[in-house]
């Protein structure tokens, strides 16, 4: 196992320029994933780390050693595809066999290992299939296998679950964290979906546009996010963010919206009077109002999924989601008091959208 | 529809219902929608091989109808050296010029896989010599190959590699491989374009993940490139093979089948001996002993393009 740093690594494809400057640690052993919307730059540092992709500038080093002008197949990784990239025109055992083929290892070794690989996957009874014979989680844990088999210092995962069903990609997500947990093994993880970042993660890296929005560990990620577009991606149903005006008053803070409504920001926020906010509170910090202040809102959409009840409403003439564990029969149109937990609110910068406090 | 028609006129309106019944049968539509594309089979296919096999049966020549003579002419063929000549030439024509294809092909094939500046006129230009007429490029080659004039030979006496000129077309084994050279020349291109986009359905991240599996280039070429472009290699061979064999213009507008008929080809000798030669009988013969080698290319090609096993089941990747 070996640590990587990525140290102000820019990529630049001919005159555009896709990566500015990243710098990352990912710890011996942890489990880091890259997450961002398409086209942030994520696939691309993780490609740059497997050196399928030139450095433009900056350094990549595994396990202590710059590896910036060494060819992929001696960096000691390993990398599931999007699309598995497994060879069709090999079995299950010699799609998994190869590398440890190519690398000179005795039949004997190689037979070991690809059947100790096949038993922690599941895959004992397919390899003597043909990929086009497997299902897509099958072929999944093939691109798996043919990864562990290799023992690597790291491990490369370029969003590898979006190819399957949903059912799927949840049994998947625990599969290779459950793997993660077995081999100790550090990795990298390309996601667009938070979910899955937040359930895999040792740390989480949101990148934006080539920049790193913010890294830490998923629930701190979760709870205090940096600015804006982490506080808008992270979560879901996403974070209420409605735009106002900081008010004190009465020793109490207050961000009035352009419609007049009065949203409570509790005592310790620090913004000053009269200063452009962006307030954020999640669907599930807003409970029902029991009495005292509350904000009235007017119920649009009732969704029930089961676990929680989802209501979409309007306040004043802002959208506003929040999320009950009750199941609360509102209609379209009533009108519910309802209270942010103070505790939970979120000011960011109207202007530079950071965090504030 | 049949009712608005009985109400016309019984009489007719019965007869149409039958029509439209008899429409509706399957085997009948069948034989209907299929007729127009059999005919034209029928017509310019299979009358006129028909015909050239049975026309190798008889003493046929031009301007005479022939009677039925059995084997004759194959017997004549047999101890024929012209024609033994020719059969060898033919093999030697086709299995070297392939080789030369393929090898060259291919390697065109991956040149234009990579990433180069004006790419897509690169590829429209290696299609040259495909879109030239034969009889147009035959001609070139014969001004390439003439024994006074030959730019090969201006040019290699001007480097003082050669003080004579090389007779190229005058000397049997020298003119074999001018006309060689000119097929393959003229056959690159098809197999290139036709491999290279066989190679373009191979997954750019097969040859990433086999990178990081360790192979080396050579490997990558070895393990990736050629099962998966064994396919499209198997058909594009067959049909290579298919028309280097039944060659004719090329050969027929450089040499003629000279020198000492050193590069007749079967179906240059079937057309002298048939149309300038009158023996139609015996021309209809050498094209009818080519049938067998042919049947031989398309049994290799059968085998050669089913589906391979891991070709099969589903692909939903």
Known sequence: MASVDVRKVFKRFGSVEVVHGIDVTIEEGSFVVLLGPSGCGKSTLLRMIAGLEEITSGEIAIGGKVVNNVPPKDRDIAMVFQNYALYPHMKVYDNMAFGLKLRGAEKATIDQKVRQAATILNLTEYLDRFPRQLSGGQRQRVAMGRAIVRDPQVFLFDEPLSNLDAKLRVQMRTEIRELHQRLKSTSVYVTHDQIEAMTMADKIVVMRDGHIEQSGAPLEVYDRPNNLFVAGFIGSPAMNLVEGTVKRANGATQVVTADGVSLPAGANAVAAEGSKVIYGIRPDHIALANGGASLDVEVAVVEPTGAETLVVGKLGKTDIQAAFRERHAFKPGQRVPMTPMLDKVHLFDAGSGRRLG | ?317
């Open chain 2, 1 to 317: 529809m049949a009712a608005t028609a009985t109400a016309l006129d019984p009489r007719s309106g019965a007869a149409l219902e039958k029509l439209g019944r008899w429409l509706d049968n399957r085997t009948v539509l069948s034989v209907l929608f299929m007729f127009p594309a059999a005919s034209i089979l029928l017509v310019f296919l299979t009358y006129p091989l028909a015909l050239g096999v049975w026309m190798g049966f008889t003493d046929v020549k031009i301007g005479r109808p022939g009677i039925f003579i059995g084997l004759e002419n194959y017997i004549s063929l047999f101890n024929d050296g012209v024609f033994l000549l020719s059969v060898f030439n033919t093999i030697v024509y086709t299995v070297v010029a392939t080789i030369f294809k393929f090898g060259l092909g291919l390697w065109l094939a991956l040149l234009l896989n990579h990433t180069i500046p004006f790419k897509a006129y690169v590829r429209a230009f290696v299609l040259l010599p495909y879109i030239i007429p034969t009889v147009l490029s035959a001609i070139a080659f014969w001004w390439i190959y003439d024994a006074q004039f030959s730019i090969i030979s201006w040019g290699l006496s001007q480097f003082g590699l050669i003080d004579r000129y090389i007779d190229f077309l005058g000397v049997p084994w020298n003119a074999r491989w001018s006309v060689i050279a000119a097929n393959v020349w003229r056959g690159i291109p098809f197999v290139a374009i036709c491999l290279l986009a066989g190679l373009q359905t191979i997954s750019p991240s097969l040859y990433e993940a086999a990178a990081l599996d360790g192979a080396n280039s050579w490997q990558r070429f070895r393990h990736v490139t050629v099962p998966m472009l064994m396919p499209i290699l198997a058909v594009v061979l067959t049909f290579s093979v298919l028309f280097t064999f039944t060659d004719f213009q090329l050969i027929y507008a450089i040499t003629r089948g000279g020198p000492l008929n050193a590069t007749h080809l079967m179906a240059t000798l079937a057309f002298q001996r048939a149309i300038p030669g009158g023996q139609l009988g015996e021309g209809a013969a050498i094209a009818t002993a080519m049938i067998p080698f042919l049947v031989g290319a398309t049994i290799f090609s059968y085998y050669g393009l089913q589906r391979r096993k891991w070709q099969q089941g589903s692909q939903d990747d």
